[in-house]
Every structure is written in C-alpha cells, then in structure tokens.
C-alpha cells in the first residue's frame, strides 16, 4: 500500500472519521447522562465508568497497534486460522480477565475511603467489573479486527485510522455495557 505521509493526505483521510467519531461520542454522552441517578445511588458504578472506559479503549488501541503493524510488515491476514490473530485476540482477552477485577477492587475501595459506604458489596463491584471488562473485551477485539479490515481494504494506513475509531467506539460500547451489566447485579 503506498502511503502519502503529509499533512494533507491524512488529514485528508481522518477528518471524515473524526466527524463521526464526534457523533458516535455525543451518544456516550447522552448515555451516560441517562444514567445518573443509579451513578449517584451507587457511587462504586461512578468511579467505574472512566476506568472501564479508557481501560477498553487501551485494550483496543494495544490490539490495533499490534494489528498495524503486522499490516505493515505483510504479515497480517485476516484468516480465520492466522495464529498471530488469534494470539492477540487472546492475550488482549486475558488482559481483560486479569485486569478488570483489579480495576472493580479499586473502585469499591475508593468510594469506601471517600464516602465510607461505597452502597454495592465488594463481590457485586468486582462482578461487574470482571463481566463488563470481558464483555468490552470481546467487543473491542471485533471492533479493531473490523476497523483494521475496512482501513486495509479502502487502502488507508491503519495506523491514521483504527485507533481513533477503536478507543471512541469502546467509549460508548463501555458506557452501554457498564450499565447492562449493573442492572443484573442491582
């Protein structure tokens, strides 16, 4: 893929995406929004959203990096028995399953120390966490495999466009999922 690496090709190729990516995070918005009574009912839910979200979108975002790059080695295929794929959808699913408790811990334990009754247990907060994190996970590793194969079928450099769309889809996909999650447990 020959690539132009000026200011104005990649302008030229983001500015579209980052009109929609703006659409796309109005909606996280006005999501989030909608939910604020059960934020300030349950403040363990409030401290959760940032952390969810952005731990979401960096999952996505090391997945799409390493994805870039194999796309620029040539080494990147996107065959359903390509191992390299399917370690990396692998490794970000374990990341996701050990880092997500550890995230819902500390969030449980932050609103202990701050307001001294953090309103949900412990176990429901890492519940949630753990379930929305493998939830995000799985949705940002379908996000980034479909936004690398467009990115690399309409010939742009995946490296201009898939982490954009990655981390700010994973925004509101882990406002969406955070609180589908919350209401098993509330």
């Given at each position: 893929m020959p690539t132009e690496w000026t200011v104005r090709a990649i302008t030229r190729a983001m500015l579209p995406v980052l009109l929609v990516l703006t659409l796309v995070e109005l909606g996280s918005g006005l999501v989030l929004g909608s939910f604020e009574a059960q934020l300030l009912q349950y403040p363990s839910l409030l401290v959760l959203v940032p952390v969810t979200i952005g731990t979401a979108g960096n999952l996505g975002s090391v997945l799409a990096a390493r994805l870039s790059t194999s796309f620029h080695l040539g080494t990147l295929t996107f065959?359903?028995?390509?191992?390299?794929?399917?370690?990396?959808?692998?490794?970000?699913l374990a990341l996701a399953v050990t880092m997500f408790p550890v995230i819902g811990a500390g969030a449980w334990l932050a609103t202990l120390v701050v307001s001294g009754d953090p309103a949900l247990t412990f176990a429901t907060v890492i519940w949630v966490a753990l379930l929305s994190g493998i939830s995000l996970a799985i949705l940002a590793i379908l996000v980034t495999f479909t936004a690398t194969y467009?990115?690399?079928?309409?010939?742009?450099?995946?490296?201009?466009?898939?982490?954009?769309?990655?981390t700010n889809v994973c925004d509101v996909l882990g406002v969406v999922v955070l609180f589908v999650v919350a209401q098993l447990f509330i």
């Open positions: 065959s359903p028995s390509d191992d390299e794929l399917a370690g990396n959808a692998i490794a970000t467009f990115a690399y079928q309409f010939g742009l450099d995946p490296d201009d466009v898939v982490i954009p769309v990655v």
